[in-house]
């Protein structure tokens, strides 16, 4: 049995050190002000794949909030940021990510917003590493406006593709239950 503890430990001092790997050197804010809507983190989480840090992902809301269902049917500014931590992220790995995210959201009917999605998609165009961040900031009357490292790369429009994204996170079928939870402060 020590044998093959030994036979081990390099293998779980390798997922170690991925897992408990520092994260990126980007500063949460806790308040983000985007064109006159003021946001403050609600809440924030790791998505963790494969014993890897993925990303930290945060949500922010004009006022706290606990309610998934809630803050998923809102017509109220908020925002998710998800924080790259790993250097494994790609935007292929992103794409796919989201996409699968957005299956499990709407109940495997995207359908009705696979423009959208395919919008989102061509969002995803540029290198991504361990330190970048991605802001998805949804206004009402406006839409979904997508920002890397805060610039400005598009504005994904309509209240259900909105619906769709913010469930990839906070949705009965979220892409991880820890996150979820953490996002919604807990």
Not at 12 to 31: G, I, M, Q, R, Y
Not at 70 to 93: F, G, H, N, Q, Y
Not at 151 to 176: C, H, M, N, R, W
């Amino acid at each position: 049995m020590f044998n093959n503890f030994k036979r081990l430990l390099p293998l779980v001092l390798l997922f170690s050190f991925f897992s408990l790997a520092p994260a990126n050197a980007n500063e949460l804010p806790s308040e983000i002000e985007y064109q006159g809507a003021k946001l403050t983190l609600n809440g924030k989480g790791t998505r963790i794949k494969f014993f890897m840090k993925v990303y930290e992902g945060s949500l922010y809301l004009e006022s706290s909030s606990s309610n998934a269902e809630e803050i998923i049917k809102s017509d109220a500014p908020m925002s998710i940021r998800i924080d790259v931590l790993s250097s494994l992220v790609t935007p292929e790995a992103m794409k796919t990510a989201l996409n699968e995210g957005l299956e499990k959201s709407t109940g495997k009917n995207t359908a009705p917003i696979m423009k959208e999605i395919s919008q989102l998609n061509a969002s995803f165009n540029s290198d991504v590493g361990s330190g970048d961040f991605y802001e998805f900031i949804y206004l009402p009357d406006s839409g979904v406006d997508v920002l890397k490292n805060s610039k400005y790369i598009d504005t994904i429009v309509g209240i259900e593709f909105k619906k769709a994204f913010f469930g990839i996170f906070l949705s009965s079928s979220p892409i991880q239950k820890s996150l979820k939870k953490a996002m919604l402060g807990g």
